[in-house]
């Protein structure tokens, strides 16, 4: 295989990633942030390595919850309305396509690549000495009601048939000896047992980025917007000069609409923001807890318990909104007994969408040597290293681990 030079901009999950898995591949990486690796959103993410994400998180179709979001009167889901002239194009692919007949060609697609990830992320906690920062038991859906819980175990055996997807169900009793944190009793809970999750999202980051020096790559701060086309590839400036290269990926996460439509290409990006804050020193759950059906996740964490949100629809540079934050905290406080927040503003981040729920991967249309790598949205720290996989046998030109086709840019056109 010939060896080429590889500038890789963003050092998030999915940045990382890539460039580790080129580096392991024998090319010559450089990997360019502005930041340290795995400080915005792979940082305050749950950290959870969801193979059981088979199917992408649809846009709800149950009037009910569509009420609710409406209202803005859920801990789940928020939106800017001044944000939502310029979504409309992007939300209303994102609604056709999780919708029949769309959504089970899109789920089965999405499937591919979260059922592998635990699998792909294996070697790489193995050679990056990370396994201190990982659990193998999976986490919990817990509910409030038996009615909510009979029904995800319904769609559970469903996934479990068709997926292979594991999983056991806790009734009251055994979610309350199992979780003695929580303050109340519940209906019980649905655990996924073959995720993993980490105690600390940007130590697991820092560990690839670690292990991509080892393998010789080499890591440089830059501002990625520097990125321009010469004769014979690509070059940005670093703070440790101009760094040129013959192929660029851009795996700017949510950041990456910016610097694509600089090279006018217009995706239908858009991000779901989420805030989180830490409370130490509290007794915390076992496991990630998911509380189904208000819509936020407790997860123990390194800092203390993690306290994460759903979905705010909002410019990705839009003044912090943090209303959810406010309602799961309290919706919080019924199930765990929780001290003051660490932080004193959460902290806020953006998951990275498209509107045909996929990410994106593979070769820009119209530039030769540029790959984009982005749109990963609630599971990129899931599927940093497998996504990572399918984009490096692409710039190889190898035998792909699954079918790229339906995560190539060109499916935007051009
Ligand atoms: C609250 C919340 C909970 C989540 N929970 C989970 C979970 O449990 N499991 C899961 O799989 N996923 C989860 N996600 C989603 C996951 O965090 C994201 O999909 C993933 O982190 C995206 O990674 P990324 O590398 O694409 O983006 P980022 O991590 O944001 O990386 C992008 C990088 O680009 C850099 N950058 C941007 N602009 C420039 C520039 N001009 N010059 C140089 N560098 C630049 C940034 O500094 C950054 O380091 C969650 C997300 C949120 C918000």
């Given at each position: 295989m010939t060896k080429k030079d590889i500038l890789v901009l963003g050092a998030g999950m999915i940045g990382t990633c890539t460039a580790l898995q080129l580096a392991l591949r024998g090319h010559a990486v450089v990997l360019l942030d502005r930041?340290?690796?795995?400080?915005?959103t792979s940082y305050g993410?749950?950290?959870?390595?969801?193979?059981?994400?088979?199917e992408p998180y649809p846009f709800p179709q149950d009037p009910a919850v569509l009420l609710r979001m409406a209202l803005r009167r859920g801990a789940d889901a928020h939106y800017h309305l001044g944000a939502l002239p310029a979504l409309v194009p992007a939300l209303w692919r994102y609604w056709r396509h999780s919708r029949a007949p769309l959504y089970e060609r899109v789920a089965h697609e999405y499937g591919q690549l979260t059922s592998r990830s635990v699998l792909a992320h294996a070697p790489l906690i193995e050679l990056a000495g990370a396994?201190?920062?990982?659990?193998?038991?999976g986490y919990r859906y817990v509910f409030r009601t038996q009615a909510a819980l009979d029904d995800q175990a319904r769609t559970a055996e469903r996934l479990q048939r068709d997926a292979g997807v594991n999983f056991r169900v806790l009734d009251s009793d055994a979610l309350a000896a199992a979780e003695p944190a929580l303050r109340r009793r519940l209906a019980g809970a649905l655990q996924w047992t073959d995720p993993w999750s980490v105690s600390d999202p940007g130590a697991l980051v820092q560990r690839y980025a670690d292990l991509l020096v080892r393998q010789g790559g080499r890591i440089v701060r830059g501002d990625a917007a520097t990125l321009r086309q010469t004769g014979a590839g690509w070059q940005v400036r670093s703070e440790e000069g101009p760094m040129e290269a013959a192929h660029a990926v851009?795996?700017?996460?949510?950041w990456s609409d910016q610097a694509i439509r600089g090279l006018g290409y217009r995706y239908p990006l858009f991000v779901k923001r989420g805030y989180h804050r830490h409370y130490r020193g509290a007794q915390g759950p076992d496991l990630p807890l998911l509380d189904a059906e208000r819509g936020f996740v407790l997860a123990p964490m390194a800092l203390g318990v993690r306290l994460t949100t759903g979905a705010e629809f909002a410019r990705?540079?839009?003044?912090?909104?943090p209303v959810q934050m406010g309602r799961a905290e309290a919706l919080a406080r019924e199930l765990l007994d929780l001290p003051?927040?660490?932080?004193?503003e959460p902290w806020l981040g953006a998951r990275p969408c498209t509107g045909d729920l996929k990410p994106v991967i593979g070769?820009?249309?119209?530039?030769?040597g540029l790959w984009f790598h982005f749109?990963?949205?609630?599971q990129g720290f899931t599927m940093g290293p497998i996504s990572a996989q399918l984009l490096a046998e692409q710039i190889d030109g190898t035998a792909p681990v699954v079918d790229p086709t339906p995560y190539l840019p060109a499916r935007f056109g051009a």
């Open positions: 930041r340290e690796p795995g400080r915005e993410n749950a950290g959870i390595i969801q193979c059981e994400a088979v396994q201190d920062l990982v659990r193998r038991e851009i795996a700017l996460g949510p990705l540079d839009a003044p912090a909104t003051e927040p660490v932080e004193a070769p820009a249309p119209r530039h030769k749109g990963h949205a609630h």
